[in-house]
């Protein structure tokens, strides 16, 4: 009973955390139709910043809990600074390009960022872990486990929540649903695109740097971090679908109970069986669970 225990709450932990990273990336392809492969630098951009800030707070012999509120504001620096940068000065330039030119670029913003991050803040690892021990110990089905993980939990299921709302209840979201049915259309109905493309990777970057600065406190932040990120990140928008949201969901929960399974039983096999669930979806559903005709639907 234990096994079966630590099995679903170390997936739903794990599933969590990996939706912070694949909602922003689906979301960012729902609407502006680019696999951004940045998004894994903007990922641990916000790691970064995050234990920056923390760590620069916490110096001053403050409480640990106002660390909090510092993780988010990191968070939202790096999206209202390298989101709109990256968006208007790149991406605009090649939304009608073939799709091999966006992924290219992402990819060499990847590099670049990456560069980025060891010239501010060096190559020694850094490490903020006060805010992960101030939460202590919750006791589970009999399993005593790290608080802080489940803080993950709650902030995923709140930003699905928020981007939901945003989505389906307010003006922006029926603009957005409108440029991602038709954008000529959009714009000759006298909705400002550029701005709503700009908006919709600033939304998507927050998610990728949400995720770095609260995946902060638990790991060692250091260069590279953002790779093993994009890649699992992409298993899961492949499984799920790109463009749906709740493909990217149901993606991280099947991965999460794939790797926590494997870990567990067979710990040598904790990337293979990942990717050879990918392979296996995309042979039978090349678009993915929720892909296909639904790709434009977010």
Not at 67 to 91: D, M
Request: net charge negative; charged share 10%; glycine share 10%.
């Amino acid at each position: 009973m234990d096994i079966v225990g630590i099995i679903v709450l170390d997936s739903v932990v794990f599933a969590s955390w990996l939706f912070l990273v694949s909602a922003g990336i689906t979301f960012i392809f729902g609407v502006l139709h680019i696999l951004n492969v940045a998004h894994g630098s903007i990922f641990a951009l916000g790691a970064y910043m995050g234990a920056w800030l923390a760590a620069w707070f916490l110096g001053g012999q403050y409480p640990v809990w106002l660390s909090f509120p510092l993780l988010v504001v990191g968070a939202i620096l790096v999206a209202v600074t390298v989101g709109p940068l990256i968006e208007r000065v790149f991406l605009k330039r090649i939304y009608q390009e073939e799709e091999a030119i966006p992924l290219l670029t992402t990819f060499a913003l990847f590099l670049i960022l990456e560069d980025v991050i060891k010239l501010v803040w060096g190559i020694e690892p850094r490490f903020v872990n006060a805010p992960f021990s101030i939460m202590g110990q919750v006791r589970l089905f009999g399993i005593s486990y790290a608080g802080y993980p489940f803080l993950l939990v709650c902030i995923s299921i709140f930003c699905a929540v928020i981007l939901w709302l945003v989505i389906n209840r307010t003006l922006f979201g029926r603009q957005l649903i409108s440029v991602i049915g038709d954008r000529e259309i959009s714009s000759a109905m006298g909705i400002n695109v550029p701005r709503i493309d700009t908006f919709a990777f600033t939304l998507g970057s927050f998610l990728a740097a949400l995720g770095g600065a609260f995946t902060a406190p638990m790991i060692s932040v250091e260069p590279g971090m953002g790779i093993e990120v994009i890649v699992l990140a992409f298993a899961v928008v492949a499984i799920g679908g790109l463009g749906s949201i709740g493909g990217a969901a149901i993606g991280c929960l099947l991965v999460g109970f794939a790797r926590v399974a494997a870990v567990q039983f067979y710990p040598e096999l904790e990337l293979f069986v990942i990717y050879t669930l990918m392979v296996l979806v995309l042979i039978f559903r090349p678009h993915g669970f929720f892909g296909g005709i639904e790709v434009r639907r977010i």
